[in-house]
């Protein structure tokens, strides 16, 4: 159903008519069909006595602020070639992420004072830039770190390790591992403390070992004068050998550990529900109890509602197991020690169930500064959930997973250009925290989805209006100095 859309330019009021309708994702939007003239002041349509046509209606909001935030970070001044086309495949794939294939289409819709590159935007370009953005990756990272390293925290890096999905197994670097059982790639990701800004990434093959990728990443942070920083990260990755090598490097380190049969000893001997050992974190309270260490300490952390909250959705999972396996269906193997066969009859094994149990709700957190109150280390261990945010931007709204690339230098090339998105996606992030106005990237973009300019022919005139905002899209427009009309 169609309705009228107002929108308010120099005293006079533009009445337009538009349609609402759903995308892919469920999110309403609006089509443009018809100008109908302006509204006088009894609110009633008066149609322009000259003729007048709706040209073309482009997207405004956040092209505007994503262009601004690419010449803020002088991106184009740090690469020597294909400056305006990088600059135009960045503010598509952050505006308009898809397959590159369609890239040159969706530039239509884009407000044209955005897009610097020379149209049309053929795949041959976009090819060319991609593979300058892989083979000069190095020198990119480390000249935007020395354009940023102001902003960046001096105490705390994060470091973490996910695995995308790939189409096929012609890269070399398509492997079998673990989540996805099927080919993929492992990118290690290393962010700064403070922002979460992205500083380098890494790619191994998808069964390379997550522990021996940290030693990889700590030499690496060397190139980039960090040693003194300290290196925060998860139990997949941590043992004891590799934060002896990370130490050796110079780096304190805080890391959740494996909870193995030795650690459980000590987990259960120091375990803690005292309100003493209450520290307070976002939206929790955990228990945490220091253990001192001939080298660094360890913090028993028991947290009551999240023991509750697996217990239970074990249990759930487990009587589902039962039901399945009633029907003959497969089942988890994490779930089958909790099973018993009777005869033809699946039951539950309340003793294995009742041992796992134990360690609902208890992790291990290891810190090398004994000095460093506990409170200060749970609470730098836990904004780590920065890098798992920084995962899932990349993945979803800048639409990594799954990569349909085939060749390695391809996906090289198109995780870099995920990165400096990313890098972007995070800066807009930064700038409006600092205005004290909290949005991720994905909550921006749906904000600013329906800020439109529109093409209006008016007699022999071409005009250009910005859509009515509310005071919310006006306070993020602000923060990065895009006027709101045009014309």
């Not at 952050?94 to 397959?99: E, G, K, R, T, W």
């Not at 190139?223 to 050998?241: E, P």
Request: hydrophobic share 35%; charged share 35%; aromatic share 10%.
């Amino acid at each position: 159903m169609s309705f009228i859309k107002k929108i308010k330019k120099k005293g006079k009021t533009y009445a337009i008519e538009v349609e609402g309708y759903r995308d892919k994702d469920g999110k309403v939007k609006h089509k443009y069909l018809r100008y109908l003239g302006t509204l006088d002041e009894n609110g009633k349509v008066k149609s322009s006595q000259k003729a007048i046509t709706v040209d073309k209606v482009f997207r405004f909001g956040l092209p505007a602020i994503v262009s601004k935030t690419i010449e803020q970070l002088k991106l184009k001044d740090m690469i020597e070639k294909y400056k305006e086309d990088l600059d135009t495949i960045l503010l598509m794939h952050l505006c308009a992420p898809s397959s590159i294939s369609k890239m040159g289409h969706q530039i239509e819709n884009i407000d044209p004072d955005f897009i610097k590159a020379e149209l049309p935007f053929n795949r041959k370009r976009i090819d060319a830039t991609l593979d300058f953005l892989e083979e000069h990756k190095e020198v990119i990272e480390q000249n935007v770190y020395e354009n940023l390293k102001e902003k960046y925290s001096n105490e705390t890096l994060f470091y973490d390790i996910t695995s995308i999905a790939l189409n096929g197994y012609r890269s070399t670097l398509a492997k079998i591992g673990y989540p996805e059982f099927s080919p993929q790639i492992n990118i290690g990701l290393c962010i700064e403390g403070k922002y979460g800004f992205p500083i380098f990434h890494e790619i191994f093959s998808g069964n390379f070992p997550q522990k021996k990728t940290l030693f990889q990443i700590a030499e690496k942070l060397k190139v980039f004068g960090r040693t003194n920083a300290v290196l925060i990260f998860d139990a997949g990755i941590a043992d004891v050998k590799t934060i002896a090598d990370v130490e050796d490097l110079g780096f304190g380190v805080i890391s959740r550990m494996p909870m193995h049969e030795g650690l459980k000893k000590i987990v259960l001997e120091n375990l803690s529900s005292s309100v003493k050992d209450i520290v307070k974190l976002s939206g929790s309270k955990v228990y945490v109890k220091e253990i001192q260490k001939e080298k660094g300490k360890l913090l028993i952390c028991f947290n009551e509602k999240l023991k509750v909250s697996i217990k239970e959705h074990r249990y759930d999972e487990v009587i589902e197991a039962i039901e399945k396996k009633k029907k003959g269906k497969p089942i988890k193997d994490g779930l089958k020690k909790y099973l018993l066969k009777n005869g033809k009859e699946w039951k539950i094994d309340y003793d294995k169930l009742e041992e796992a149990e134990k360690y609902d709700g208890i992790y291990v957190i290891y810190c090398s500064d004994t000095s460093m109150p506990k409170e200060k280390a749970v609470k730098a261990y836990f904004e780590r959930d920065r890098i798992e945010k920084g995962f899932q931007t990349m993945k979803n709204v800048l639409n990594v997973k799954p990569l349909r690339f085939q060749l390695d230098k391809k996906i090289r090339a198109f995780v870099m250009l995920c990165h400096l998105a990313y890098l972007v996606a995070t800066y807009i992030e930064a700038e409006l925290k600092d205005k004290e106005l909290n949005y991720s990237f994905d909550k921006i973009k749906e904000l600013l989805e329906n800020v439109y300019t529109v093409k209006i022919h008016h007699g022999d005139k071409l005009l250009k209006r910005t859509s009515s905002m509310t005071e919310e899209q006006k306070k993020i427009m602000d923060v990065f100095g895009c006027c709101h009309n045009q014309g």
